[in-house]
């Protein structure tokens, strides 16, 4: 059963809190069982995928709705499955160590936990609407883990990002999933892929594409939308270390993947892929060279990873297929165990700038290997897994059937792209390790962490070397199904560290060559003056949000005048333009005046009394006057209700006349006794054509309604089904607490809501009134934080 592994994940959340108490690091290894239960459970149920099928199952949600959750175990969701979990055991375990001493371990855990259980229920989804689901629990996860330290406006600004990047995102996701649903009559994955060709042929075809794509390159920060990326730095590194290898920025990668089978083949689809993974992997290489935060160098060639993987997507083929799902997996052990040794250097000599840091190998020397061992296999340096992966993307550029220039174009960025790895990599490696310790860290008492911390970032680093020289075997047997997934035809994959002399090996070890001759000018190159300003989308993003709070603030000084004449007309005018418009339009033909009303003479007179009561109303001069002609109206709408068998809304609405007449005497009676006239006669005027405008359209709504015959009546239904389904005779108290049981409990919550706001304000007003002057504080301002680190 497949759902069992989401629901364990999600329900561990809460047993993550007792992280909160004493032995922190033993506890954490112990929630570290729950990811290696599941890691276990999904290979115990991977013998069908192994074997070229898959698991398959589906849970009625909402049966008479027809929605289902239904949830499906391939080659690709084996892949990531294991990734995640595998991946999440270890930082688990790890982040028992490098937050010992933070008493929101439990908090952070537990937010861990249900970050994974998204993650999971994500890859394992058989429906988009399932996925979707999970799509959005990953937003919503993330932004807790990188918030968590919410003292900090850095950390608050970097949560902000990301939910609102992905969260828009995400909205153009479900309309394009929705549109891909209506195209293929199924939100099955499985019918989804079945029916590619007649997808392609579809009108709604470019829409979906489109939106789709919109929200996956958002999910996996592809250029524009990349800045998000580096702000979420501000996690601690445990979760940067899981969101960057196994989870959320690569569930963009993912979908584009799962669904490239059957949108994929066409220009719409492969060349924006193509084209902007090309662009991101590039950029962001570069951006990395550049960088001088250890955590910030690394988000930086996550981006340009996504990038690579995305390109590779649209690059198709089978060398396509293969270098997506083995550098998915090559660039999730080596980079979950750089952003560990990033945290790990940043534990112990309290600083990730590259500035300060140097000469830590005599004092590190166990991490320096790890780190060692870590960046050769993102460098691509040979008998290394990331070699392998890196191998195959070169195939893919060159086999693809896009057209020469985008092959040609495809094999120079990532020829560049490896070059600013090297770059990258020796930068990191040198100013943390070599040369001479720097002054900062003389007064400090530096050496490798305990064998809990380093065993984290240790395992996928030592995998890095062990699968290549030991293992390919059976990672050709995990890559061959996933890879089979995302081409959407069978494969036989044969991983091999060695495939002759051929344009990719010639094209990568040039790159090397050409590394190795830049490295020794890294520092020059990242201090290279003239970065240009649309690079810094954070800043841009920045502005745009203050823009847009600035225009909804000058919105709504203009609405919110404090005037109720004001809010009327607003409101009046915009009924005007939103339904009288429309109606006058294409609602004009469903009013019919053929009926026969067979009024009685009482029944004209009770009717034609309440626009008499309106007009004295408003001619009144008095307010004692204006109460009595508003009375008038009220009493002969109670005596029509009466008229047509409705006593039960005619009490209603006798008994609202009568307490709105006792609260308006009580009211007025303390304001004078006639009206003065504040307004000019043409806003009068004004006022008047607007009122008789909507008296109008009102009338002809009703009338519309009511003389209509496209639909059938709803009343013979209620009529029917009042007592037998509702069990009251009442109809009308039926429909309100039965029929409209939602609605009418929406309604209270409301009013409870409002309740609680009400006595908040009161309790603070009556707070702020017994405060004495000699209480009031002095030093800080009432209700901001005082900082006590400064």
């Known amino acids: 059963m497949l759902y069992p592994l989401v629901l364990i994940a999600l329900a561990a959340a809460p047993l993550a809190l007792i992280a909160r108490v004493s032995g922190r690091e033993r506890i954490a290894w112990g929630l570290a069982l729950i990811p290696l239960a599941i890691f276990g459970l999904t290979l115990v149920q991977a013998g069908p995928v192994w074997s070229g099928g898959q698991v398959a199952e589906r849970i009625d949600w909402v049966p008479a709705l027809g929605l289902q959750l239904s949830f499906t175990l391939d080659g690709l969701s084996l892949l990531f499955a294991l990734i995640i979990s595998g991946i999440g055991t270890l930082i688990v375990g790890y982040a028992g160590h490098y937050l010992a001493r933070d008493s929101g371990l439990g908090r952070f855990l537990a937010y861990l936990m249900l970050f994974m259980g998204a ?32 003292d900090y406006a850095d950390a608050r600004r970097g949560a902000l990002h990301s939910l609102l990047v992905t969260g828009g995102g995400g909205l153009a996701l479900l309309v394009g999933l929705l549109l891909l649903g209506q195209a293929a009559g199924s939100y099955e994955l499985s019918d989804i892929l079945a029916a590619g060709d007649r997808l392609q042929a579809h009108a709604l075809y470019p829409a979906a594409v489109v939106l789709i794509l919109m929200g996956c390159f958002t999910k996996s920060a592809q250029v524009p939308f990349h800045f998000w990326l580096p702000g979420a730095m501000q996690a601690p590194t445990p979760a940067s270390a899981f969101l960057h290898s196994a989870t959320m920025v690569k ?46 160098m690394l988000a930086y060639t996550t981006i340009s990873m996504l990038g690579a993987l995305t390109m590779q997507i649209g690059l198709g083929g089978k060398y396509g297929a293969e270098g997506v799902a083995t550098n998915i997996l090559a660039h999730a052990l080596y980079k979950s165990a750089l952003f560990m040794l990033a945290g790990v250097i940043d534990h112990e000599c309290g600083t990730r700038d590259l500035r300060r ?12 290997v790890i ?102 075997g059976p990672i050709s047997g995990l890559i061959g199904p996933a890879s089979s997934a ?150 002969m709408v109670s005596l029509l209700f009466v008229l047509f068998s409705a006593p039960d809304l005619a009490l209603t609405q006798l008994l609202i006349e009568v307490l709105s007449t006792v609260f308006l005497l009580l009211v007025f009676s303390v304001l004078p006794v006639r009206f003065e006239s504040f307004s000019a006669a043409w806003v009068r005027r004004r006022d008047a054509i607007i009122a008789t405008v ?23 239904f209620f009529l029917e089904n009042s007592l037998a389904k509702g069990k009251g005779a009442n109809v009308v108290n039926v429909i309100l607490v039965d029929f409209r049981g939602f609605d009418t409990m929406g309604e209270i919550t409301v009013l409870f809501i409002a309740l609680l706001g009400i006595y908040g304000l009161l309790r603070l007003r009556q707070g702020k009134d017994n405060v004495t002057p000699e209480r009031v504080p002095t030093t800080e301002p009432v209700g901001e934080p005082v900082d006590t680190q400064r």
Do not use: C
């Not at 840091?357 to 020397?365: D, E, F, K, V």
């Not at 530096?446 to 290549?468: E, F, W």
């Open 119 to 150: 993650m999971l229920g994500l890859v394992l989804a058989g429906n988009v609407l399932t996925m979707f689901v999970f799509w959005e629990l990953t937003s919503v996860t993330s932004y807790l883990l990188i918030g968590y330290k919410h």
């Open 251 to 296: 569930a963009g990668v993912y979908l584009m993947a799962r669904l490239s089978p059957a949108l994929g083949g066409t220009a719409l689809w492969d060349v924006t892929l193509a084209v902007v993974g090309g662009t991101t992997m590039t950029f962001a290489a570069i951006v990395a060279m550049r960088q001088f935060d250890l955590k910030a």
């Open 357 to 368: 840091l140097g000469g830590l190998r005599s004092y590190m020397p166990i991490t320096m």
């Open 371 to 472: 780190t060692a061992l870590a960046l050769l296999s993102f460098g691509g340096i040979p008998v290394m897994f990331g070699f392998v992966a890196k191998e195959l993307m070169l195939e893919a550029a060159l086999e693809t059937e896009l057209g020469a220039t985008l092959s040609v174009l495809a094999v120079a960025a990532i020829a560049v792209t490896a070059v600013a790895y090297l770059i990258t990599g020796w930068r990191l490696f040198s100013n943390t390790f070599l040369g001479q310790r720097s002054t900062a860290m003389m007064q400090q008492h530096i050496t490798d962490p305990t064998p809990g911390m380093l065993v984290g970032p240790g395992v996928p680093a030592l995998l890095s070397l062990l699968i290549p020289l030991a293992l390919l």
């Open 486 to 635: 995302i081409y959407g035809k069978a494969l036989e994959v044969e991983l091999a560290l060695w495939h002759g002399i051929n344009p990719a090996l010639l094209v990568s070890l040039g790159a090397i060559v050409m590394g190795a001759v830049l490295a020794r000018f890294g520092e020059q190159l990242a201090n290279l003056r003239g970065w240009p300003v649309w690079s810094r989308g954070d800043m841009i993003f920045d502005r745009l949000i203050e823009q847009t709070l600035a225009g909804a603030t000058a919105l709504t000084r203009t609405l919110q005048s404090g005037q109720l004449r004001r809010y009327i007309l607003i409101t009046a005018l915009t009924m005007l333009v939103f339904v009288g418009v429309p109606f006058v339009r294409f609602g004009l033909d469903a009013v019919r005046f053929d009926f026969d009303p067979q009024l009685q003479f009482y029944e004209i007179l009770a009717a034609s009394l309440i626009p008499i009561g309106v007009i004295a109303t408003i001619r009144a001069r008095t307010r004692l006057g204006a109460i009595i002609a508003v009375g008038v109206v009220g009493a």
């Open 694 to 716: 909507i008296g109008v359209l009102m009338g002809g709504l009703v009338l519309a309604t009511a003389t209509n015959t496209s639909f059938a009546s709803l009343a013979p």
